[in-house]
């Protein structure tokens, strides 16, 4: 039997300027934008080339705004993705490089973190 993840959720305090962050300078697609109800706003967004997508939005989430670490993308040039995620505007350390890989590490607007790993030649 085949489990995939699909979606996972974001918590974040303002919907609109997190759909831009992730859209206008981290690149996701928006696949999806429904106010399904007075209380709950849809927003799913998915990263270039992921078959993985998050979730954000209004009652999305019990989880504090910025509260979710360790989110992590991975890519086949970390370098590029820099220079591309510097490029529009966000805030992204520096390459470091660690025995199991290459990173950059940036943050959301509330703070949610995310590593974006270079993939490495497995032995």
């Known amino acids: 039997m085949d489990m995939k993840l699909?979606?996972?959720p974001v918590p974040v305090s303002d919907a609109d300027?997190?759909?831009a962050f992730?859209?206008?300078k981290a690149g996701f697609t928006a696949d999806h934008d429904h106010q399904v109800s007075p209380e709950l706003r849809?927003?799913?967004l998915t990263p270039p080339g992921s078959a993985c997508?998050?979730?954000i939005g209004d009652g999305i989430s019990k989880s504090p705004p910025g509260s979710l670490q360790g989110l992590q993308l991975v890519v086949s040039d970390v370098e590029a993705v820099h220079a591309e995620l510097t490029g529009r505007g966000v805030e992204v350390s520096e390459v470091q490089d660690f025995p199991w890989?290459?990173?950059v590490f940036f943050s959301d607007p509330d703070g949610n973190g995310?590593?974006?790993q270079?993939?490495?030649a497995r032995g």
């Open 6 to 8: 699909e979606v996972i």
């Open 22 to 24: 992730y859209t206008e």
């Open 17 to 19: 300027e997190a759909k």
């Open 53 to 55: 997508s998050i979730v």
């Open 118 to 120: 270079e993939v490495q």
């Open 114 to 116: 995310w590593a974006v």
């Open 42 to 44: 849809f927003i799913q």
């Open 101 to 103: 890989g290459r990173f």
